[in-house]
């Protein structure tokens, strides 16, 4: 069987690895399957789960979500972050597990960094001791990463209090945050309607369950602060150039209407025509000079008299100092959840 990467038995302890090659489906049992392998819907079919079921399981671009089907039977679609070399971690591939008489199956198209380390860990014997805790704990590794991302992101933008670095950064920060967003707020609803639901895995989970939640709540309460700081900022930094650009404008005008005087003066006396007073008076192109430093002098007092030559304004951008708000009430991103919900069109990796 070329679909089955692993499987485990889980009906005593400790778990045990055994063949790839399952016959049947059997209770407290974990097969974890390559998701676009051909013979897998076959074996699927050969074990009479539902169409429905296996086109659920086995569809593209596909959101998180849970499905109930009956108090023994479920599907639980849940995004991670990819940790795959040389991958984007904001991609996000999908890892489908489906609860289905006893047995657990999950099915992956990328690897996932998640369900290797549970493998490592159940091959040296300090791993989960029940599907349910194997369940539970896929879900809280999951945070796990999506947290640390949003965590190295946020100390990476807040540290940077240079203009040039804060721009140059602030996009690839933004379209990260608007990718991730886009899974985590439906995982999150998914989350809660696994630990509302009348299953036999769950009854007994419900604390873990409820903590699951509450850490996917408030990353999303994070994505959405982030998100209103970086709208803030980009604001300031629009504002910055335009204020650069006014004042440089403004500069330049300042500078035209000093010479505006002298420059009629010296286009006025230096046509080439008689009767110009001064041609035979041995001083007088010092005069003249004089004259017209005097004048420039005059209206450099007038334009500073009058204010038009004030002090330069300090023009300079810091980022804010950051708390994570601690629920949905402290974050206002209105137009941050449009945009991430129009991004939901535009799946890149499932």
Known sequence: MDFLITHWQFATEPPTELENNPVGLKEAHWYHCQRNAPSLRPWLESLEVPQSVIDSLLA???????????????????????????????????????????????AHKFPSETLNEFCAQLKTGNGPQTLEALMLGIIDDLNKNIDSYITELEDRFTHLNKLYALNKYLMPTHQALIKIKRFTKPQQYALEDFRHADLELSNNQ?????????????????????????????????????????????????????????????????????GIPGTAA????????????GIFLLELWLLRRLGFLSSKPQNRITTRARRKPESQAETAANSPNETAERADKNDTID
């Open 60 to 106: 593209k671009n596909t959101r998180p979500m849970f499905e109930q089907y009956d108090e023994h039977n479920c599907l639980l679609i849940l995004r991670g972050m990819n940790l795959n070399h040389n991958a984007h971690p904001e991609d996000m591939p999908s890892l489908r597990l489906l609860y289905y008489h006893g047995a657990l199956i999950s």
């Open 206 to 274: 419900h604390l873990s369950l409820r903590h699951s939640v509450s850490t996917i709540t408030r990353l999303n309460d994070t994505i959405d602060f982030l998100l209103t700081e970086i709208e803030i900022i980009k604001g300031e930094i629009r504002e910055y150039h335009a204020e650069k650009m006014n004042r440089n404008t403004y500069l330049l005008s300042v500078i035209a209407a000093v010479f505006l005087p002298t420059s009629f003066l010296t286009g006025l006396f230096g046509v080439n025509l008689g």
């Open 282 to 293: 041995l001083f007088a192109f010092v005069i003249f000079c004089c004259a017209l430093g």
